[in-house]
């Protein structure tokens, strides 16, 4: 359930649990409070609590203080450095993290749970919109497999003098939504997310918001020849499908096919995984969940462009039935592909959907997929790497840059794609170690023709191992759904 929220241009009172930004000067212990409350006097009694104590936190994190009007509740000081919106966004996730946290201690028996009162500086619309967004992100939490219930956060109230909120609190709102659906899918155990299941959540979805959708599964994989996903779900109880959602405006003059990496468990099949590897494998259908999540919410925002969703469905097990190393498939492009490595399956399943996608003649196609361990070698946990068509991979970096989440440009070199050299079919689905992220794109490439292509490698972001910051939680992030939608918006403004 998301969190109501409530803009004020004026609080009633000040006790409350209230969050507001600090920043400590480089060379002293000062502490500037940065905030819109208007009253001066009670600002200048803050900074010198806050001095006091000495607090001093960075972007993204937070500091708690007994509020000096009400020892009652906390008074959340949120790490703000500059007023952009990305600094808005991950302090106002950052402080609503610790709201939440603060209030946690109570149990739902405590009838009477406080808002938390956001009063962090800013003029522009955009400004609050980042405010929002944050404060939504980072109210995010997956309780579903939890006995004892907490105390959950019930409503947001943010001080603003911007006009006309309403527009802003929606829209917040859905992409929230979008978010949160990614979140809670990927987190979601794969004994209870089998392919099926993920498509049949994708159907009924597609059909709540206008879309249209069609699953390929059973006799229809091999009638549209899908050797990668039929290859790679050979091995499960579970048999794979493709599935195709479509959002399309009748006035859409430009056209997106969005294909997403559907692995709802990776054990790497017969080369397995080791143990700690395949901890966390649930969430490889993480680049299915966005690009759903992105189509729906494109309806929902009834954005004037074709956008259609390829989720690829597999759950990568070890069985009699499954494909074995040195096995060999053909795709309908006629292009036959060696199987060195069982675990490179998430490109066996992409190559389908990216044929399929194409075979539509989009007018640029964009995968996203937790699909190299190389990437988290080459990019750290917390960076997206996008590669392919130099125009295309331009714009998706640009609309990550809006969007406040990291992605940097990586290359397609040509000379890596010697090693899928294979000696009996066209390539191998594997090649050398060295520049994994880069061969994994190099392999994809022969499966778009000339379509104009992003490809995105979310291995690193998509999860969050380490403990919660900003508004991004421990678990699941839904790191590039809001890039995706920014995508699509910049697309209707050209
Ligand atoms: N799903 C993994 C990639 C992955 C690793 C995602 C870590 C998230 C965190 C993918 O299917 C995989 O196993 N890739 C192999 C490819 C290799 C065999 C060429 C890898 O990265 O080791
Ligand atoms: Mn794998
Ligand atoms: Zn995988």
Same mark, same amino acid.
């Given at each position: ?12 009172s ?6 507001v930004g ?12 940065l ?22 936190c ?26 952009g ?10 402080a ?54 907490k105390?959950?956060?019930q409503?947001?109230?943010?001080l ?45 979805e597609a ?65 397995l ?10 969430t490889?259908m ?7 999540a ?51 399956? $998430?490109? +066996? #399943? ?5 044929l ?5 003649? @989009?007018d640029?196609? *964009? %995968? !996203? =997929? ?25 714009a ?22 010697t090693?899928?050299?294979s000696?009996?079919?066209?390539m ?7 520049? $994994?992220m +880069? #061969?994994?794109?190099?392999?994809l ?6 379509? @104009?292509?992003?490809? *995105? %490698? !979310? =291995? ?24 995706l ?7 209707c403004?050209?």
């Amino acid at each position: 359930m998301m969190v109501s929220i409530e803009v004020v241009k004026k609080l009633d009172s000040l006790a409350a649990p209230l969050a507001v930004g600090i920043k400590t000067e480089k060379d002293s212990r000062q502490v500037q409070v940065l905030s819109n409350i208007p009253d001066s006097a009670f600002l200048a009694q803050l900074s010198s609590s806050l001095t006091a104590v000495g607090a001093d936190c960075a972007l993204g994190d937070s500091y708690l203080i007994p509020s000096p009007l009400d020892s009652r509740y906390p008074l959340i000081a949120s790490g703000l450095t500059e007023t952009g919106s990305d600094a808005l966004r991950q302090a106002a996730g950052a402080a609503i993290r610790a709201g939440q946290k603060a209030l946690s201690k109570y149990q739902e028996k405590d009838a009477v749970i406080s808002p938390v009162v956001i009063a962090l500086p800013h003029n522009h619309a955009d400004q609050l919109q980042a405010i929002l967004e944050g404060a939504l992100l980072g109210a995010y939490q997956f309780t579903a497999y939890q006995q004892a219930k907490k105390a959950q956060l019930q409503k947001i109230i943010v001080l603003s003098a911007v006009e006309n909120p309403e527009k802003i609190i929606a829209k917040a709102q859905l992409i929230a939504q979008a978010v949160y659906q990614v979140r809670d899918l990927v987190n979601t155990p794969a004994r209870d997310l089998n392919p099926q299941d993920l498509a049949d959540i994708a159907v009924a979805e597609a059909a709540k918001y206008g879309c249209q959708a069609k699953v390929f599964a059973g006799a229809d994989l091999a009638k549209e020849q899908l050797a990668g996903i039929a290859a790679v779900g050979a091995g499960s109880a579970t048999p794979p499908r493709l599935v195709r959602v479509e959002w399309a405006p009748a006035q859409a003059n430009y056209s997106i096919a969005l294909v997403g990496k559907g692995i709802t468990f990776d054990s790497g099949g017969y080369s397995l995984k080791p143990p700690t590897s395949m901890v966390d494998m649930k969430t490889d259908m993480t680049g299915a969940a966005t690009v759903l999540a992105a189509t729906l919410s494109a309806a929902r925002l009834n954005l004037p462009i074709r956008v259609t969703a390829w989720l690829c469905l597999a759950e990568n097990m070890v069985s009699a039935s499954s494909i074995r190393p040195d096995d060999v498939i053909t795709y309908r492009n006629g292009k036959s592909v060696e199987i060195n490595n069982t675990d490179a399956e $998430g490109r +066996l #399943v992409l190559a389908d959907g990216l044929l399929m996608a194409c075979a539509e003649e @989009p007018d640029e196609v *964009i %995968d !996203i =997929a937790t699909l190299t361990g190389a990437a988290v070698v080459a990019l750290g946990e917390r960076l997206s790497g996008i590669m392919g068509t130099p125009e295309i991979r331009k714009a998706v970096r640009q609309a990550a840059d809006t969007a406040g989440e990291a992605a940097w440009e990586m290359p397609l070199p040509a000379h890596l794609a010697t090693g899928l050299r294979s000696r009996i079919a066209d390539m191998k689905n594997s090649g050398k170690r060295p520049g $994994g992220m +880069l #061969v994994a794109g190099l392999f994809l490439q022969n499966f778009v023709g000339n379509t @104009p292509w992003a490809h *995105i %490698d !979310i =291995a690193g972001p998509a999860f969050n191992n380490e403990s919660a910051y900003g508004y991004t939680p421990a678990g699941a992030t839904g790191i590039m759904l809001r890039t995706l939608v920014q995508h699509l918006e910049n697309k209707c403004q050209n």
